[in-house]
């Protein structure tokens, strides 16, 4: 089946740095990925769309300068959390489209966010 | 902003069925249900979606009713490792994801 992964799974980031997370479709090719935010006991909260070769659209209220989104291949996106603050402490995911079958969309493990 | 309502948590005795219901009242025609499913701590698990028909796969059945404004997810034989959050989603506007509270399903022995 269609895997997606992130990287790191785990970060811990002190305040004020910035800290960089990997969404990468495995075995299809992506035009679109997704990037999620999850507080503890919490449901996901969309954060933005990510498109390959363009910029990425940011839902109401998601600071586009805080969140960097890089969507550089057809298999990477990637999310930056500048100025980390401790309220960013997160669990971030990412999903991906598969390009060929606009109806089927995976989602990553997941990476944990922690900023002391 | 979400548009289904899910109730908060649902028991299930293992090896029953268990029938999760989602309603969606203001679905549109061309808006798809999608039902995904969290495990503590992982990505969530694509289960089933459909439009208008009744849908089945290996995981579970998905029931449209005929007005589309609900549905109901049955895993047919509910075992220890299906107690999970379930996710009832619309879909709409370029294929983005509004996630709602969900379900905890408990699958108890």
């Known amino acids: 089946g269609a895997v997606v992964s992130q990287h790191p799974s785990r970060v811990i980031c002190k305040s004020g740095t910035s800290v960089k997370i990997e969404c990468r479709s495995l075995d299809f090719q992506a035009t679109t990925m997704f990037w999620y935010r999850q507080f503890p006991k919490q449901s996901l909260m969309l954060m933005a769309t990510?498109?390959?070769?363009?910029?990425?659209?940011?839902e109401q209220g998601v600071e586009k300068d805080k969140f960097l989104i890089n969507h550089a291949s057809l298999t990477l996106s990637t999310l930056t959390v500048t100025s980390a603050h401790p309220e960013d402490s997160s669990f971030y995911i990412c999903s991906a489209e598969n390009s060929g079958r606009s109806n089927e969309q995976y989602f990553g493990p997941g990476t944990r966010l922690t900023v002391t | 902003d979400a548009k289904t309502t899910q109730p908060t948590s649902m028991d299930c005795a293992e090896g029953r069925a268990a029938n999760l219901p989602c309603n969606h009242s203001?679905?549109?025609?061309?808006?798809?249900v999608y039902w995904y499913r969290q495990i503590h701590s992982q990505g969530p698990q694509y289960i089933i979606h459909?439009?208008?028909n009744n849908e089945t796969n290996e995981m579970a059945s998905l029931i449209i009713t005929e007005d589309r404004k609900s549905s109901t997810l049955i895993l047919p034989h509910a075992t220890l490792r299906d107690t999970a959050v379930y996710y009832c989603i619309v879909v709409y506007n370029f294929n983005k994801f509004y996630f709602g509270s969900g379900t905890k399903l408990n699958v108890k022995p």
């Open positions: 990510s498109n390959e070769g363009s910029k990425a659209t940011y």
């Open positions: 203001t679905i549109s025609g061309n808006e798809y």
């Open positions: 459909g439009l208008k």
